[in-house]
């Protein structure tokens, strides 16, 4: 039986002593364990205690509906997955209406990803979306760009900046910036969002790759190229993680081939402050329930008595 109880300082929990609560910009979260973006949906909290997560993040919302891509959009990888969803989107209008009162009634802060593919689009969401509905925006900046040859928005530090800015004019609760991992210098992408008025980073998105079917000589997606996710890219993820947090004076949340508690550690050790759990809820809904279960007593056992103590605590070899 755990033991819960609330340090009346700051209103975080506490687990058998461990003091679980952290913060990430102006946000204050009870615990840093929260699901990446597109891997939880509001119906997943009839299964289990969502109300204990650190935070809940929505699926990516555009300003008008969308399709996505066409099908197979999924397909398994060693140790993760890759999808090619396009994410699809019901559109501002019909997500406050029928999505957003669904993830509020869970209790806990609701992060919402929004998407363009122009900065303008960033921006008309931004607009769209009254800031009393929402603890904070995540700016998944990894949407192709109309305004350019299609490629990543993301991939473009000045495009990174200016839609941040742009966002950050349209609201006044916490902007988080959700970076690409496809560039090859993460810290110049953290530092624009930055400049752009971000209050914090995730790191990163899936890993552009290819799955090839032999017998037919085609991609197996039907978009021909999907995003890695899952164990198989922690590693990455955690150099990422770590160059942003050097990079920039920003938090960052942690996100790539989270499974269990110990990977929590070391993502935060890394320089993140908090974590996203995203492929591993598919095989097992209550993954994040399970790390949260397991992080306060590994810290006990670390002889750590706040689990912010972690954070950028990387001991560097020489």
């Not at 033991?3 to 461990?18: A, I, K, L, T």
């Not at 913060?23 to 299964?47: K, Q, W």
């Not at 530090?157 to 090859?184: F, H, M, Q, Y």
């Not at 947090?245 to 508690?261: F, K, S």
Request: negative net charge.
């Amino acid at each position: 039986m755990w033991r819960h109880s609330v340090n009346e300082d700051h209103g975080s929990v506490v687990v058998q002593g461990v003091d679980l609560g952290v913060t990430v910009g102006e946000l204050r979260l009870d615990n840093p364990i929260m699901p990446a973006s597109g891997c939880f949906g509001p119906e997943l909290s009839e299964l289990i205690p969502a109300h204990r997560l650190g935070a809940v993040v929505t699926k990516t919302i555009f300003s008008g509906q969308r399709a996505g891509n066409r099908a197979p959009r999924l397909t398994e990888s060693a140790n993760g997955m890759l999808n090619s969803v396009g994410i699809p989107s019901i559109g501002v209008h019909r997500f406050r209406r029928e999505v957003l009162p669904r993830y509020q009634r869970i209790g806990v802060p609701v992060i919402v990803s929004i998407g363009g593919l122009r900065p303008s689009e960033y921006w008309e969401v931004a607009e769209e979306l009254p800031p009393a509905e929402y603890a904070a925006l995540e700016v998944n900046v990894s949407c192709p760009n109309l305004d350019t040859d299609g490629s990543q928005l993301g991939v473009d530090p000045e495009s990174v900046a200016r839609v941040t800015e742009g966002v950050v004019a349209r609201t006044d609760r916490p902007v988080i910036v959700k970076l690409t991992p496809n560039v090859t210098s993460i810290a110049e992408l953290a530092s624009a969002a930055a400049a752009g008025g971000a209050s914090a980073v995730t790191v990163a998105n899936t890993v552009k790759a290819i799955a090839i079917d032999w017998s037919t000589r085609r991609p197996v997606l039907g978009h021909n190229f999907g995003g890695l996710s899952g164990a198989a890219i922690k590693p990455l993820a955690l150099r990422l993680v770590w160059e942003a947090a050097q990079g920039t004076h920003l938090p960052v949340i942690g996100c790539g081939g989270v499974t269990r508690a110990s990977d929590v550690v070391e993502f935060l050790l890394a320089g993140a402050s908090a974590v996203q759990v995203g492929t591993a809820t598919f095989t097992r809904p209550d993954t994040m329930i399970r790390i949260l279960d397991e992080l306060g007593p590994l810290a006990r056992d670390l002889d750590v008595g706040r689990v912010s103590e972690f954070t950028r605590g990387l001991l560097m070899n020489e």
